[in-house]
């Protein structure tokens, strides 16, 4: 019987890789056969992270990274398969998500930008390749994101309790799992900023990318004065459907609400790592029903044992476990979604939850482009 694989993509809001997981979907719950990081260079990081953020509008910049982005994911589907010792021609697809520079689903023409063009891809691996899910959503009415929640929900629903997934990732969002199968129950959105604000503001101040197992948090102390002016952004206090970004959380943002006080900067760390932790736990608190029973985790806060440690002090007694243990491993959680969304378009099923994105209606999700025809 021919396995039914396919391969998920995507670089986060961090920019540190390109993830890359080779799913198979034949049995009921999918299985990652294998998975690699592949790392982005430095200069192309820069002038994506430069892209990322209002200012950086140079057109030509922008299409030229959106083929450097391409070929770099193709690249990384490449040498997966060369890994796993898999033929090309035995993928059926390739989901892309893409490396977001912009996400904007307020206003008049809310829009989001994902570059990484899916035609290199395509072309360079020879696999068809499905990308630019998004938009499609946000054409019904909806926020475009999150979009894994609709994994999370096909893979980890149990009928005899209420589950959450939290992905900790560069931005935060939740996932609440009804254990009824109603559809229109299922909730989820984006609480606030996870590791992009502990990113970045670790390597502004460190040689290195991430503040390891949230050492140098563990150093500082919380300054209340500071935690408490984050707490008030209004984008906490607004209802779902929500979803955000570092276009509102990045350095500028925490310099504004540091009022050019004089603050140690291990204790900035230390403050972020709070407020990463008491969004997140306010936001699972004030889920319809209060905490759900169980709370897996996933995404590269994982391995951050002060964030998980504060997270599991606010949130006592629910008990929190990574998604390793209910079968999909945490750093993958998010590349296997986009594989499960290329699947989804592929046979024509919907890959979105409008009672997650707030769209009118369910919708078939992403632009296929074909593998090459020899």
């Not at 540190?16 to 200069?43: M, Q």
């Not at 959503?137 to 209420?162: C, I, N, T």
């Amino acid at each position: 019987m021919k396995r039914d694989l396919y391969v998920g993509l995507l670089s986060g809001t961090s920019v540190d890789g390109v993830d890359c997981a080779l799913v198979d979907f034949t049995s009921a719950f999918p299985t990652v056969l294998a998975h690699r990081s592949e790392p982005i260079s430095n200069p192309l990081r820069t002038a994506i992270l430069a892209a990322s953020h209002p200012g950086g509008d140079d057109l030509h910049q922008v299409a030229t990274l959106d083929q450097q982005i391409g070929k770099a994911f193709a690249k990384a589907v490449l040498a997966l398969l060369a890994e796993a010792k898999v033929n090309a021609r035995d993928i059926i697809a390739i989901g892309s998500h893409g490396q977001t520079v912009r996400h904007y689903p307020s206003g008049t023409d809310p829009y989001t930008v994902q570059i990484g063009d899916p035609n290199q891809i395509a072309e360079l691996t020879g696999i068809t390749t499905v990308a630019d899910f998004r938009r499609r959503d946000m054409a019904a009415g909806g926020q475009g994101a999150p979009l894994a929640p609709a994994l999370h929900v096909a893979s980890f629903r149990d009928k005899q309790e209420r589950r959450g997934v939290l992905n900790l990732g560069g931005i935060a969002n939740i996932t609440l799992i009804p254990a009824t199968h109603d559809p229109a129950d299922n909730l989820g959105f984006d609480t606030g900023p996870s590791n992009t604000l502990l990113d970045a503001w670790f390597r502004k101040h460190k040689n290195g990318d991430f503040d390891k197992d949230g050492h140098w948090a563990r150093q500082g102390t919380v300054d209340r004065e500071l935690l408490e002016s984050m707490l008030s952004e209004p984008y906490l206090s607004l209802s779902p459907p929500k979803s955000t970004g570092p276009e509102l959380f990045n350095l500028q943002w925490l310099q504004g609400h540091m009022r050019n006080r004089q603050i140690p900067a291990e204790n900035v760390q230390a403050t972020l790592l709070e407020f990463t932790c008491r969004t997140a736990s306010d936001a699972i608190q004030s889920l319809p029903g209060g905490s759900p029973d169980r709370l897996l985790v996933c995404g590269g806060g994982v391995h951050n044992g002060a964030l998980l440690g504060r997270l599991q002090e606010l949130l006592a007694p629910t008990p929190i476990q990574s998604t390793q243990e209910y079968g999909i491993p945490p750093d993958w959680v998010e590349a296997v979604a986009f594989a499960w969304l290329a699947r989804q378009s592929v046979q024509g099923l919907a890959g979105n939850l409008p009672s997650v994105t707030g769209a009118r209606h369910s919708s078939v999700l992403g632009a296929i482009y074909p593998g090459r025809l020899n």
